[in-house]
């Protein structure tokens, strides 16, 4: 769900009254016609992405992927565009579930999601 400014609005997709509006993101790919990709860097994986949702019309779309370091000016200006954070990937690394050294989620403590309590 796209908030007014054209980023993403988490709260509206959280509250259900815009559903008919929501888009999908997509940022990476596990699996592709029954062959199994985790084992493939990242970069990979998003090559393969491109492939399958390129051209493709509706509400499916493929996640920017910015190669560089996470610095204290780019968090900075996410904080100011009101993102909820940022995340950081090693693009020549598999894909491994739960939490992994090389796959880092950097939070806006000021972002309105962060003082949500969820039941």
Known sequence: MRGVDGYSDFNALHSGKHNAEVEMLAFDILALEGADLRDLPLS???IGLQ???GGRPGAIFL?????GE???DL???A???GFEGLISKRS???YRGGRYPHWIKIKN???PVMSRSFE
């Open 92 to 94: 020549d690394r598999p």
């Open 109 to 111: 403590r000021r972002h």
């Open 44 to 46: 990979m994986r998003k």
């Open 70 to 72: 996470i610095g204290p």
């Open 79 to 81: 904080c100011e565009f």
């Open 63 to 67: 996640s920017n992927f910015e190669q």
């Open 75 to 77: 968090f900075r200006q």
């Open 51 to 53: 492939r399958l949702l």
